[in-house]
């Protein structure tokens, strides 16, 4: 008789766990850059679709960086495919710009972008340490394609003396341009 109750109550246990599925967590965040490989420099969302003629905006930050007072991020993407609408400076070195400046040039062959971002002065107490975003970029897709983004080797942080800070990750980027 114990038993029998016990087989009652156990299988609708078994049936209701052999009926439920697991949820898969994306763990594909770009900011989450593990800690052997910062600081870093990534693009946010680095995999993008969008219908041909659209935009897509796409941010550039800057992770868990030390005492950071200038950027420089050289970036490729495929000008066939892409075009550069508009490059909003980001929030890294704080809201006010009094204190520092901001300079893209775009270069259409081959379809570079190159964002100069630092602080006036080499004061100490105007470095950065810790994770922000460098820049927002629109792109609008004028042809059907993939074109990747990447950081050239030219991109570097550095300190107040001007002496390069070694970037250990440069992420890649992906923007699919499709046929609506």
């Known amino acids: 008789m114990r038993l029998t109750k016990f087989k009652i109550h ?10 439920c599925q697991a949820t898969e967590l994306d763990y594909d965040n770009p900011l989450d850059v593990p800690s052997d490989e910062v600081p870093a420099i990534v693009f946010e969302p680095s995999i993008e679709q969008i219908p041909l003629l659209s935009s897509s905006l796409i941010n550039v930050f800057a992770v868990e960086v030390e005492n950071v007072t200038g ?3 050289e970036i490729t993407y495929d000008n ?5 609408s508009d490059v909003a400076r980001g929030d890294l070195f704080g809201q006010n710009s009094q204190n520092s400046l901001f300079f893209v ?6 379809g570079t972008i ?3 971002y630092f602080y ?5 107490s105007q470095s950065v340490s810790g994770t922000g975003k460098i820049a927002s970029i629109l792109f609008k897709g004028n042809a059907v394609g993939a074109s990747g983004l990447e950081f050239t080797s030219k991109t570097e ?3 107040k003396d001007d002496i390069q800070i070694n970037i250990r990750s440069r992420g890649q980027g992906n923007i699919d341009v499709i046929q609506q």
């Open 157 to 159: 942080l550095v300190d």
């Open 114 to 116: 190159v964002i100069d």
């Open 71 to 73: 950027i420089r991020a």
């Open 80 to 84: 066939n495919i892409l075009q550069v």
């Open 105 to 110: 040039n775009f270069q259409d062959n081959p």
């Open 120 to 124: 006036l002065g080499n004061s100490e």
């Open 10 to 19: 156990f299988l609708p246990i078994v049936i209701f766990l052999l009926a």
